[in-house]
């Protein structure tokens, strides 16, 4: 039946696949904007893993003028990271860092090499250099969205917890995990602090609220306020049993603790030396 259709005929076939193709491209772009419900109000949210590091890595766009943000990049994952922006035909414009990580060197020293305009970002009280030094009640605009800076320190004393109010969603970092917290044994880690931050910025936030984490050892990818409220075996002991508890948590440093902490406090941008080195402590378990 084919061979008897003419070359005009044949061509109109051709370009009515290609066009199917992209309308399906399309859909795949916009599904997570029309059919998620707290993505109802032109929000692009994806959630990413490392699993070297166990760290999570979120993209936040605005599905009307493509602007987007990371938070927690991860240096080995860029490759994947600029993928899914070029896919996603996002233009990313910051890059968050929750922290100065201990345990990885963060992507955003090499995005800012990759993707021309694109800043890197850190709180003042860190004590490091980034593109933009931001601070507790700052709000960072990406197209029609916008993400609140809250001071959550205590795993680190420069932990930010970025928030989205018109989604119910925010990005704890390290200062809670599902059912755990970040750890509080050095970069002026503070028990007590922790504490209260969790329950000054995070536990105050509405109990429907989504709380995606810095990492998951467990294998989970999300949680609400209300459960962490009762089920954070952590954060339901009183503060002194919560400060007792984390004296005694007695964790291994990580691995690569000496390379990340100075790579960090520069929003990595680092030299290959670092890189490499960094490459090989993380590929071995
Ligand atoms: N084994 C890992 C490090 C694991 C670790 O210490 N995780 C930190 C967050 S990254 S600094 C933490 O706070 N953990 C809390 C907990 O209760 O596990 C490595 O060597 O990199």
Known sequence: MKSFLSLGQKMLMKLSAIRNSASILQQIRYAHVTKLGNQAKGLLFRQLFHDASYTYTYFLGCAKTRKAVVIDPVLEMVDRDIKFIEEMNLKLVYGLNTHVHADHVTGTG?????????????????????????????????GEQSIHCSATPGHTNGCMTYILPDHSMAFTGDALLIRACGRTDFQQGNAGQLYDSVYKRIFSLPDHYFLYPGHDYMGFSVTTVAEE????????????????????LNLKYPKLIDIAVPTNLKCGEISKEALQGSAELLSKK
């Open 229 to 248: 409220k009762v089920l954070n075996p952590r954060l339901t002991l009183s503060r002194d049993e919560f400060i007792n508890f984390m004296k005694e």
């Open 110 to 142: 090499k995005l800012k090499q990759r993707i021309p305009g694109f800043q890197s970002v850190l709180s003042k009280a860190s004590g490091g250099k980034a593109d933009m030094l931001i601070e507790d009640g700052e709000v960072i605009q990406f």
